[in-house]
């Protein structure tokens, strides 16, 4: 009872940080504070940056065990080794037992590029993409045993934040209904242009430990997306080097649903993945045919 509870609360925090991000995009800064298998995890979501923190329960208090700040020109990770009675790295070892466990629960971050149907990477739909990312926060996971601990299914609810840069100093507009990249204004250099959309999912994945009393495992699956935010911002400077950040609008013609196709295997709590979304970016007919693939690490709590 007193685990359902907490995944209601923690589910109740993910609707709420969700109908923050949507209707408040007005406010620089969107706080979230998850308690979730003793831990307290910190999100903070900014126009700059997303910011996880996670503190782990030291009897009365809570001490931080990682960081990630995420923005546009880069990110920094940290992890904190306690060394009292041996070393953790960066949270409590998963202990193997009978009942199988999965690998959902966690953050992830990943280097973001556009294809046409695994072709013309990030150089599709008239768009020149330059490095862009993803970064993944999963509160909730579920998992159901299938054989013993060896195979089962992985699900839950988590949270996508995508970072798309685009090149060759353009941007994208909304011209009469359709978004297209289009060249800065004359005079204006960018430095970022920077298209940002927040997703919600669900996995349904099959997860296997090939290996009885072994960390390894592989998984793979499908996982489903509501894009329910989307904004564009630019940032430049003027002749008088004044650095300028712009929002541009958040009306850019998303596809609102997503279907990916994601595989991952790993270790303990770090995990490589990849992920195709064959379904396209933008509304059919109202933006530019492109599709994204990811690749990256994920870290299990």
């Given amino acids: 009872m007193k685990r359902m509870k907490t995944q209601i609360l923690i589910l109740s925090a993910l609707i709420l940080t969700a109908s923050i991000t949507v209707n408040a995009q007005s406010q620089a800064v969107k706080d979230t504070t998850l308690i979730f298998n003793q831990k307290q995890i910190h999100v903070t979501d900014s126009v700059d940056q997303v910011k996880v923190q996670v503190y782990k329960t030291d009897t009365a208090e809570y001490k931080k065990i990682y960081e990630g700040i995420f923005t546009d020109e880069n990110s920094f990770e940290k992890y904190s080794v306690e060394t009292q009675f041996g070393f953790e790295f ?14 959902f629960i966690g953050i992830g971050f990943g280097a973001l590029n556009t294809t046409e149907n695994f072709s013309n990477f990030n150089d599709a739909g008239g768009m020149k993409v330059v490095f862009s990312n993803e970064f993944t926060f999963n509160p909730i996971g579920y998992s159901l045993p299938v054989i013993k601990e060896y195979v089962g299914i992985t699900t839950g609810i988590g949270m996508i934040w995508r970072n798309l840069h685009l090149g060759n100093n353009s941007h994208l507009v909304n011209n009469n209904g359709i978004t297209i ?4 204004p004359e005079g ?5 242009s920077r298209l940002r959309i927040f997703e919600l999912n669900m996995p349904l ?15 793979g699956g499908a996982l489903f997306g509501i894009n329910t935010f989307s904004s564009y911002k630019v940032k430049y400077k003027t002749d008088d080097n004044t650095k300028v950040k712009k929002v541009e609008g958040n009306d850019y013609n998303v596809n609102p649903f997503s279907l990916s196709y994601l595989v991952e295997m790993g270790w303990d709590d770090l995990g490589v993945f990849a992920k195709y979304t ?13 599709q994204t693939f990811t690749v990256g690490l994920s870290l299990n709590f």
């Avoid at 960066?90 to 999965?102: V, W």
């Avoid at 990249?181 to 800065?184: D, H, I, N, V």
């Fill in 205 to 219: 994945y099959l997860e296997i430990h090939p290996v009885r009393k072994s960390e390894f495992y592989i998984m």
């Fill in 188 to 192: 204006i250099s960018y430095y970022s």
């Fill in 278 to 290: 064959p379904t396209t970016l933008f509304k059919k007919d109202k933006g530019p045919e492109v």
């Fill in 90 to 103: 960066p949270f409590d070892k998963r202990k193997r037992s009978s009942k199988f466990s999965g690998h």
């Fill in 181 to 184: 990249p289009q060249a800065a």
